[in-house]
């Protein structure tokens, strides 16, 4: 009975660009298939998917959220998906946990580089799909424009199952190509009415039905030949042929209708169980030897060895940390003992619980195929595998998202500060897209991210979740000293108080060093004019000096610092009096060494369509950077450039602006260069004000 339930299962994804009406459409078929009793409505908050106070201010996905329903004895577990670029992490581990997806397009809508980037993601993994074209009652949209979309853009090779009856306004319904029956608009959502097809729309639809066995035959040879001897081909063959196809890839069904208005909803549900694999139809899970890394496979079978991969955490404050999961092969219970083979450490299952929306409801057991949730695990992450102890397996690790833009946070209270990082920690168990740091030089808490509403969200949660309240700040930009020059001075510390002195006298011999070597410093005393006693003093004086800075408060690097002379005084010589003898020295010497400003050096590689490859390069240059080549990959451009880290810091939003949201880049440290006169000017000017702003409010 197990292996029937396996069959019988259909784990998808929604999937589509932000905007396309993915929520939507998700409420319409828990709707249709009577898993809720009301049509609920993105826009006004009724949303059972959305739900986070984030989503329903904004009125747009930001989190991947499940939900299930029953059609026609099967089981449908569903994920609706984030479509803007800033949360598209979330959507790539979804696909990992689904065996197929449902591909949504608005007809109003210009295809943007999401969509390209998910379907592409879909791709690599081989997941079926079927399309459908949503909002076909709204202004501007096209059902034909649609088709042509999926064909030139993403390279699909659409075929329509579906044909719309009237559009915009006019929109009444659609007509359902295998069934040859028309689904029109009744007085509500709860009554979609069936009716025969006569007249002009017989002619169109028997027309876009041809086409449609036109496509499939062409697949098959031996269908194509009963084709071209019948004229015809039945339903239940034409249906058969269209699943392989589908999965397969080499076609794309095409449904559409109105999530909102409930039209096509029940024919999209007949084609995501009739067309889309169960998980028994999927190809072998890859997976290695956690002892050695030998290959090994796991198929969706209940009877075999329990496998799981996580690929969602969410964090509460309340209940902990909730792992989601796929279930790969075997199966699994509550109370039950896995292995996570990923850390090597066993973790015990309580209450396993499926996902409805907001809600969650018990289950017993888990079978291949299901998504399900469990919580408190104690060592368990995304991209964590869980398995079977005496059969372990290791999963491939999901992919991570790198980061395109950062900020600095900056706690309000010492409250907020103290709870800040592992408030922040715990953020990023739930979306690994963030990263976050503390910036050794400037001490600032960075947090990074995929987009400026990515982070801003994450801020809102920090408050939400944690009760953390922080401000929002650009990041400093590391800069660093160091000099050209060579240069030596004294440094002389005497002072007479009444009592007992203070005496310390050094000189110093400064030189630059190779770029990146650090700081070197050398005892060149002869003669014992300094005791030994105090050498260390010394050089603790020039390293909180050198942390310090010279120019503008930035630590120095890359120079060696020798002692080679002084004096000291039997009584009055101290540890501290040749501390600040040393940094006396120091300062002194600098001055005459040429000091000059460092600044970080970033590689950056942007993709970008030809069509804007111009203005990407002459906005590099713009922002002093250096282009070092140009390369093609797929559909893009990739140029590489070397660019200064204080011309990118918001370089992501410019970018969209740049490519019209066709661009993406990413970014890594490369070297420190020197930074130039003029540009070094302002920056010594700007931290000087910045430091006499801050001595004024201390006073």
């Known amino acids: 009975m197990a292996v029937e339930e396996v069959v019988r299962l259909r784990t998808i994804a929604i ?352 079978l291949p195929g299901e998504i399900a949730a469990v919580a408190k695990l104690k060592d368990t992450y995304t991209g964590d595998t869980l398995c079977d102890e005496k059969s372990p397996v290791l999963f491939g690790a999901l992919a991570r998202l790198n980061p395109v833009i950062s900020f600095a946070l900056h706690p309000k209270s010492k409250n907020d500060e103290e709870r800040a990082s592992i408030s922040l920690q715990r953020l990023v168990e739930e979306d690994p897209a963030l990263q976050t740091h503390r910036d050794p030089q400037t001490h600032d808490i960075i947090l990074s991210g995929a987009g400026q509403m990515h982070i801003e969200v994450a801020v809102e949660k920090l408050k939400r979740k944690f009760n953390v309240e922080v401000e929002l700040q650009a990041p400093k930009v590391p800069y ?66 050198m942390a310090e800075g010279f120019l503008a408060g930035y630590e120095l690097v890359d120079i060696r610092v020798a002692v080679f002379d002084g004096s000291h005084h039997t009584v009055d010589s101290s540890d501290m009096a040749f501390q600040i003898a040393a940094s006396m020295g120091l300062k002194a010497a600098l001055e005459k060494a040429k000091p000059i400003l460092l600044e970080p050096i970033m590689a950056l590689e942007v993709a970008c369509p030809d069509e804007n490859m111009g203005d990407v390069i002459g906005d590099l240059n713009a922002r002093r950077g250096r282009v070092l080549g140009v390369d093609r990959r797929g559909s893009n451009q990739i140029i590489k450039a070397l660019v200064p880290m204080a011309e990118i810091l918001r370089y992501a939003p410019e970018l969209r602006s740049l490519t019209s949201g066709r661009g993406s880049f990413e970014a890594q440290f490369s070297h420190y260069e020197e930074v130039p006169s003029h540009v070094a000017e302002k920056i010594i000017k700007d931290a000087h004000e910045a430091a006499a702003s801050k001595s004024r409010a201390h006073v």
Not at 143 to 160: H, Q, S, W
Not at 496 to 513: A, I, K, T
């Open 15 to 366: 999937v589509g660009q932000g905007g396309a009406g993915k929520t939507q459409l998700a409420e319409a078929l828990l709707f249709s298939a009577g898993a809720i009793s009301r049509l609920g409505r993105p826009d006004d908050g009724s949303s059972a998917m959305d739900f986070e106070p984030e989503e329903l201010g904004r009125r747009v996905s930001l989190n991947a959220a499940f939900h299930h329903l029953s059609w026609k004895k099967n089981e449908v577990i569903f994920a609706d998906t984030p479509g803007y670029n800033a949360f598209l992490g979330d959507t790539y581990n979804v696909l990992h946990a689904v065996d197929g997806l449902v591909f949504v397009v608005s007809p109003g809508a210009d295809m943007k580089v999401e969509a390209e980037k998910l379907w592409a993601a879909a791709s690599d993994l081989n997941l079926p799909r079927i399309a459908f074209v949503s909002r076909l009652d709204r202004e501007r949209s096209d059902f034909a424009n649609a088709i042509k979309d999926l064909e030139k853009t993403l390279g699909a090779r659409p075929v329509g199952l579906a044909l719309p009856v009237g559009q915009e306004s006019t929109f009444s319904g659609v007509v359902d190509l295998l069934a040859m029956k028309a689904w029109l608009i009744g007085e509500g959502p709860e009554k979609p009415r069936q009716e025969e097809l006569s007249g002009e729309l017989k002619a169109r639809a028997e027309q876009a039905r041809s086409k449609l066995c036109d496509a499939v035959a062409e697949i098959d040879d031996a269908l194509l030949e009963k084709y071209l001897e019948q004229g015809t081909l039945e339903y239940g063959e034409l249906r058969a042929a269209l699943k392989q196809a589908t999965l397969s890839g080499k076609l794309v069904p095409v449904l559409c209708g109105s999530g909102a208005r409930n039209v096509g909803i029940a024919q999209l549900l007949d084609a995501v169980v009739e067309l889309l694999p169960s998980p028994a139809e999927r190809p072998p899970w890859k997976c290695v030897s956690p002892s050695n890394g030998s290959p090994l496979e796991r198929v969706a079978d209940p009877n075999q060895p329990f496998s799981a991969l996580v690929f969602k955490t969410v964090i509460d404050p309340f209940a902990g940390r909730l792992s989601i999961f796929r279930v790969v092969s075997g199966r699994t219970t509550s109370d039950s003992a896995v292995f996570n083979a990923t850390r090597q450490s066993k973790e015990r299952f309580g209450q396993l619980l499926r996902l409805e929306g907001k809600k969650q409801a018990s289950l017993d057991a888990c």
């Open 480 to 545: 660093k000293e160091t000099i050209k020059g060579r240069a030596e001075a004294q440094g002389k510390y005497k002072r007479q108080s009444g009592g007992r002195g203070q005496y310390g006298d050094c000189w110093l011999r400064v030189e630059p060093v190779g770029r990146g070597k650090g700081f070197e410093f050398v005892d060149a005393v002869v003669g014992g004019v300094i005791p030994r006693q105090f050498i260390p003093s010394v050089e603790k004086g020039v390293r909180n000096t």
